[in-house]
């Protein structure tokens, strides 16, 4: 299948929200600021995703899917920028809305695995789920999460280091605590405890909770 | 040969915990001591060696993970590097750690480093199931490999006969991703100096951000800087996100390939005993009882009962007053006429009757076995552990379980834990360690008195023991409250288990039971002068008096102000004095609860004033010999209303 521009994802996102979530019957045209000769919209039209009726734009059945997948590319790219990048606001609004359109082959499917299949973006609204979410739930795995997650005598890979501190980070790198090693956790309280190789470690929560861990199963 | 005005050098590089001073005594035959805590080992220890006829000066570094540094020892490892030009490095690494620490012996490479790697503790690493081919290894790697079990020796042989037929720099470094790579050519291309570490690692360094070789490198190509700086600024800038992780990434890479045919895993077995008794101590289920039991031991009977009791009685009781003494006193009688000069010598506070007397027979039994305690317990590796387990209860008091480190070793000398406290890692933690460890932890000397005090009024111990409990950890509180910084983060590697081993045990307390004993007698000496001075001209008597309604204040005897002022000189003689007046009948209950609750809290000892101006600056020091001072008579105070008005020790 063709890859879709940029643009007409937006469009089939904007028809998608209004259709489903906001209970609308379609959208008009000027509510997407677009002209009656747009490209984008005679691409839409052209796979039939969408009609366009007059001045009134509607999503077809045959866009549902499409739609649906470039609403949940949006809004794990808000996850990812907000959650992971830190990056806030209307600014964190703008890059994802650039980076979703990057998300496809496979992207969005691991950057879902990364953020650990998220069910809502970061305003609330429900992010539809992708077929790595129902594996994900079938599996019972953990998915991706913070060291402070696991069970005593759970093992994964570590997935990424969100350590604020570079000096600590680097630490924690030089005693052999990398992306892509295995991990054991052996004890959480009062302090965790977990074994890297045939070494042990001793870190506080403060530093649990930046450590993230991939489950292996 | 030629003659060499300094002789080659063998300097020992490794993470901490993998049998560095061990290596470093085997070759040397002298002794360094060898320890199980991270980074105890911050001094640099040399010695001499001759291997093949040839001698050579061996130095053993403090530990270090990597040659970017991080703490204060890494950079003192890593200057040795950069300043003493080895003509022989010895990598040592720990065999069953061997993945995390080969990025290291990569760096080394990359830095063309004169390399051999000495693959240590190969014996436990087979018992965990690791099958090494070295040779294999050293294929891969392009540099000597020598497989060793140094506490055994084992090994030593073939280290030695590598050492003097070693040749040649290494070779050189398997390049790293290509655009990385592209980056690093790029920026070595421009370093027209020579540096120690070579032109790549030089440049590796400078593009992760290390200030002290971009000033060296800036020191060294002068006018040429300026065309280097915009690159390195480039090159920084476009890596600002993930250059250290890239990096470690590439190590990591490249150590899975060096090790691919030179290691194989197999599965070990169920967990080796060290192991079980490793997660008994570390779960607080078990570790909690597991450390009373530990000071139950350790410390109460052994120090308190036996060091503080049965030596003390002996050495103090039986061989000084009854055989040393008198023929002393009458010898040194004899010497003189002079009023004056027999009380320096004999008298009251004279050099032999309070400073040598004290110091041997008094202090030095419970400082010995508390240091042997400490030893034993060091080289078992318990301290990390015991690290992990109090760091919650730490963190209440802004300090991370790091500390306690130091406030174990305050149990012994408070005057020694002040100057470990630089090993915690900001300013706000060693100040506040600084003010517990003057405040609420009782020197050993001072707690074998206090406690044989004490024990005899039922009740009183506990009182003693909860308000400085109490105190340890209200003060801590709002001392974290106070000052301002942010609550350290806690990380720490815990070293496996094991049996600590006698002569390291004996030569360790030896060792610091002489620094002790060679910083305190002239301590000593020096208070009884200054206190005989004080007798003679009649100033003592002025003191002694300006601290009397201080101390009635409190509802003591007048007798009691000597043992204050004596305490400042050494925490043990104010504990000393106490003994004196309990002995003589002058202190009630109350009293001697209040007493020795004001003592231990009241202003540490000279010896401990004057490391705390050195480690902290001399307006910390003084603000907190007040502060202290104040708090130990109010809380003396507030006790003794305590107990007047609820009658509960009368």
Same mark, same amino acid.
């Given at each position: 299948?063709?890859?879709?521009?940029?643009?007409?994802?937006?469009?089939?996102?904007?028809?998608?929200?209004?259709?489903?979530?906001?209970?609308?019957?379609?959208?008009?045209?000027?509510?997407?600021?677009?002209?009656?000769?747009?490209?984008?919209?005679?691409?839409?039209?052209?796979?039939?995703?969408?009609?366009?009726?007059?001045?009134?734009?509607?999503?077809?059945?045959?866009?549902?899917?499409?739609?649906?997948?470039?609403?949940?590319?949006?809004?794990?790219?808000?996850?990812?920028?907000?959650?992971?990048?830190?990056?806030?606001?209307?600014?964190?609004?703008?890059?994802?809305? !650039?980076?979703?359109?990057?998300?496809?082959?496979?992207?969005?499917?691991?950057?879902?695995?990364?953020?650990?299949?998220?069910?809502?973006?970061?305003?609330?609204?429900?992010?539809?789920?992708?077929?790595?979410?129902?594996?994900?739930?079938?599996?019972?795995?953990?998915?991706?999460?913070?060291? %402070?997650?696991?069970?005593?005598?759970?093992?994964?890979?570590?997935?990424?280091?969100?350590?604020?501190?570079?000096?600590?980070?680097?630490?924690?790198?030089?005693?052999?605590?990398?992306?892509?090693?295995?991990?054991?956790?052996?004890?959480?309280?009062?302090?965790?405890?977990?074994?890297?190789?045939?070494?042990?470690?001793?870190?506080?929560?403060?530093?649990?909770?930046?450590?993230?861990?991939?489950?292996?199963? | 040969?030629?003659?060499?005005?300094?002789?080659?050098?063998?300097?020992?590089?490794?993470?901490?915990?993998?049998?560095?001073?061990?290596?470093?005594?085997?070759?040397?035959?002298?002794?360094?001591?060898?320890?199980?805590?991270?980074?105890?080992?911050?001094?640099?220890?040399?010695?001499?060696?001759?291997?093949?006829?040839?001698?050579?000066?061996?130095?053993?570094?403090?530990?270090?993970?990597?040659?970017?540094?991080?703490?204060?020892?890494?950079?003192?490892?890593?200057?040795?590097?950069?300043?003493?030009?080895?003509?022989?490095?010895?990598?040592?690494?720990?065999?069953?750690?061997?993945?995390?620490?080969?990025?290291?012996?990569?760096?080394?490479?990359?830095?063309?480093?004169?390399?051999?790697?000495?693959?240590?503790?190969?014996?436990?690493?087979?018992?965990?199931?690791?099958?090494?081919?070295?040779?294999?290894?050293?294929?891969?790697?392009?540099?000597?490999?020598?497989?060793?079990?140094?506490?055994?020796?084992?090994?030593?042989?073939?280290?030695?006969?590598?050492?003097?037929?070693?040749?040649?720099?290494?070779?050189?470094?398997?390049?790293?991703?290509?655009?990385?790579?592209?980056?690093?050519?790029?920026?070595?291309?421009?370093?027209?100096?020579?540096?120690?570490?070579?032109?790549?690692? %030089?440049?590796?360094?400078?593009?992760?951000?290390?200030?002290?070789?971009?000033?060296?490198?800036?020191?060294?190509?002068?006018?040429?800087?300026?065309?280097?700086?915009?690159?390195?600024?480039?090159?920084?800038? =476009?890596?600002?996100?993930?250059?250290?992780?890239?990096?470690?990434?590439?190590?990591?890479?490249?150590?899975?390939?060096?090790?691919?045919?030179?290691?194989?895993? !197999?599965?070990?077995?169920?967990?080796?005993?060290?192991?079980?008794?490793?997660?008994?101590?570390?779960?607080?289920?078990?570790?909690?009882?597991?450390?009373?039991?530990?000071?139950?031991?350790?410390?109460?009977?052994?120090?308190?009962?036996?060091?503080?009791?049965?030596?003390?009685?002996?050495? !103090?009781?039986?061989?000084?007053?009854?055989?040393?003494?008198?023929?002393?006193? =009458?010898?040194?009688?004899?010497?003189?006429?002079?009023?004056?000069?027999?009380?320096?010598?004999?008298?009251?506070?004279?050099?032999?009757?309070?400073?040598?007397?004290?110091?041997?027979?008094?202090?030095?039994?419970?400082?010995?076995?508390?240091?042997?305690?400490?030893?034993?317990?060091?080289?078992?590796?318990?301290?990390?552990?015991?690290?992990?387990?109090?760091?919650?209860?730490?963190?209440?008091?802004?300090?991370?379980?790091?500390?306690?480190?130091?406030?174990?070793?305050?149990?012994?000398?408070?005057?020694?834990?002040?100057?470990?406290?630089?090993?915690?890692?900001?300013?706000?933690?060693?100040?506040?360690?600084?003010?517990?460890?003057?405040?609420?932890?009782?020197?050993?000397?001072?707690?074998?008195?206090?406690?044989?005090?004490?024990?005899?009024?039922?009740?009183?111990?506990?009182?003693?023991?909860?308000?400085?409990?109490?105190?340890?950890?209200?003060?801590?509180?709002?001392?974290?409250?106070?000052?301002?910084?942010?609550?350290?983060?806690?990380?720490?590697?815990?070293?496996?288990?094991?049996?600590?081993?006698?002569?390291?045990?004996?030569?360790?307390?030896?060792?610091?039971?002489?620094?002790?004993?060679?910083?305190?007698?002239?301590?000593?000496?020096?208070?009884?002068?200054?206190?005989?001075?004080?007798?003679? =001209?009649?100033?003592?008597?002025?003191?002694?008096?300006?601290?009397?309604?201080?101390?009635?204040?409190?509802?003591?005897?007048?007798?009691? =102000?000597?043992?204050?002022?004596?305490?400042?000189?050494?925490?043990?003689?104010?504990?000393?004095?106490?003994?004196?007046?309990?002995?003589?009948?002058?202190?009630?209950?109350?009293?001697?609860?209040?007493?020795?609750?004001?003592?231990?809290?009241?202003?540490?000892?000279?010896?401990?004033?004057?490391?705390?101006?050195?480690?902290?600056?001399?307006?910390?020091?003084?603000?907190?010999?007040?502060?202290?001072?104040?708090?130990?008579?109010?809380?003396?105070?507030?006790?003794?209303?305590?107990?007047?008005?609820?009658?509960?020790?009368?």
């Amino acid at each position: 299948m063709e890859k879709l521009t940029p643009l007409a994802e937006e469009i089939l996102e904007s028809l998608w929200i209004a259709t489903v979530e906001e209970k609308a019957v379609g959208c008009l045209l000027s509510d997407l600021d677009l002209g009656p000769n747009d490209e984008a919209l005679a691409e839409l039209v052209k796979l039939a995703y969408v009609e366009k009726r007059g001045d009134r734009l509607s999503l077809r059945k045959e866009g549902r899917p499409e739609a649906e997948m470039t609403v949940r590319r949006h809004r794990l790219a808000e996850r990812l920028m907000m959650d992971i990048l830190n990056i806030q606001g209307e600014k964190g609004n703008d890059q994802a809305c !650039e980076f979703e359109h990057l998300l496809h082959e496979g992207v969005d499917t691991k950057i879902c695995t990364l953020l650990n299949h998220p069910t809502t973006c970061p305003h609330g609204k429900p992010i539809p789920p992708g077929t790595c979410c129902e594996e994900a739930r079938a599996k019972g795995g953990f998915g991706v999460v913070p060291l %402070t997650e696991l069970k005593a005598g759970q093992s994964g890979e570590i997935a990424y280091l969100a350590i604020s501190d570079g000096q600590k980070m680097q630490k924690l790198m030089n005693m052999g605590v990398l992306p892509g090693n295995q991990l054991e956790l052996v004890q959480r309280f009062p302090s965790y405890v977990f074994k890297v190789g045939n070494s042990q470690f001793a870190v506080d929560d403060m530093l649990a909770r930046e450590i993230h861990i991939r489950d292996l199963r | 040969m030629r003659e060499e005005v300094t002789q080659p050098k063998i300097v020992l590089v490794g993470n901490p915990n993998v049998g560095k001073s061990v290596l470093f005594n085997v070759l040397t035959g002298s002794y360094t001591t060898v320890s199980n805590y991270p980074g105890t080992s911050v001094e640099v220890s040399s010695g001499r060696c001759r291997i093949d006829g040839r001698s050579y000066e061996v130095l053993d570094t403090p530990g270090m993970y990597s040659l970017m540094p991080i703490t204060e020892e890494e950079r003192v490892a890593r200057k040795i590097l950069l300043e003493d030009r080895p003509e022989i490095l010895l990598h040592v690494v720990d065999a069953r750690n061997i993945e995390r620490m080969l990025p290291m012996t990569l760096q080394l490479i990359e830095a063309g480093q004169p390399l051999i790697l000495v693959v240590n503790i190969l014996d436990e690493a087979e018992r965990l199931g690791m099958k090494f081919d070295l040779p294999q290894l050293q294929q891969n790697l392009g540099i000597p490999v020598v497989g060793t079990v140094m506490k055994r020796r084992q090994g030593l042989a073939e280290l030695q006969h590598v050492i003097s037929n070693y040749q040649g720099p290494p070779p050189p470094a398997v390049p790293y991703a290509a655009d990385l790579e592209t980056d690093i050519v790029r920026l070595a291309g421009f370093l027209t100096a020579d540096y120690p570490l070579g032109p790549r690692a %030089t440049a590796i360094l400078m593009m992760q951000r290390d200030r002290e070789v971009e000033e060296m490198v800036q020191l060294e190509e002068g006018e040429g800087f300026p065309l280097i700086a915009p690159v390195l600024h480039s090159i920084k800038f =476009s890596r600002r996100a993930d250059l250290n992780l890239q990096i470690s990434l590439e190590r990591k890479r490249h150590t899975r390939k060096m090790l691919d045919g030179a290691l194989q895993q !197999e599965i070990a077995d169920h967990p080796p005993f060290s192991e079980r008794l490793s997660r008994l101590a570390m779960n607080p289920i078990t570790g909690v009882p597991l450390l009373l039991l530990v000071l139950y031991f350790g410390l109460y009977q052994f120090v308190g009962n036996f060091g503080a009791g049965t030596l003390v009685d002996f050495l !103090e009781g039986t061989l000084f007053e009854e055989y040393i003494n008198p023929a002393a006193i =009458s010898f040194l009688n004899g010497l003189t006429d002079i009023y004056w000069l027999r009380e320096l010598l004999a008298g009251e506070y004279g050099l032999w009757t309070l400073g040598v007397r004290y110091a041997i027979a008094l202090i030095l039994p419970i400082v010995g076995t508390f240091f042997l305690v400490f030893s034993i317990l060091e080289d078992t590796g318990y301290f990390p552990r015991l690290a992990m387990l109090v760091d919650r209860v730490f963190k209440q008091i802004g300090l991370s379980g790091r500390a306690v480190i130091p406030m174990v070793l305050g149990f012994g000398c408070d005057t020694m834990a002040t100057m470990v406290t630089r090993t915690l890692e900001t300013r706000r933690e060693r100040v506040i360690a600084t003010v517990l460890l003057a405040l609420a932890i009782p020197c050993s000397a001072q707690l074998g008195v206090i406690l044989g005090l004490l024990s005899a009024v039922p009740g009183s111990l506990l009182v003693w023991l909860l308000v400085m409990i109490g105190i340890f950890l209200l003060i801590g509180f709002l001392s974290a409250q106070v000052l301002p910084g942010e609550n350290p983060v806690f990380y720490m590697e815990i070293p496996p288990m094991r049996l600590p081993q006698l002569r390291n045990v004996l030569v360790k307390t030896l060792t610091r039971m002489q620094s002790y004993f060679l910083e305190i007698l002239p301590l000593f000496l020096v208070a009884s002068v200054i206190l005989w001075a004080g007798k003679m =001209s009649g100033l003592l008597d002025i003191v002694v008096d300006g601290m009397t309604p201080v101390v009635t204040a409190l509802g003591l005897p007048p007798q009691a =102000s000597a043992a204050f002022i004596f305490g400042f000189f050494r925490r043990d003689f104010g504990a000393a004095g106490l003994y004196d007046l309990q002995t003589a009948g002058l202190l009630s209950p109350t009293q001697l609860t209040v007493a020795a609750v004001t003592l231990t809290l009241f202003v540490p000892c000279i010896a401990q004033l004057l490391m705390m101006k050195k480690e902290r600056g001399l307006k910390t020091a003084l603000s907190i010999f007040f502060f202290v001072s104040l708090l130990a008579f109010a809380t003396g105070w507030v006790l003794n209303k305590f107990l007047l008005t609820t009658g509960l020790l009368s």
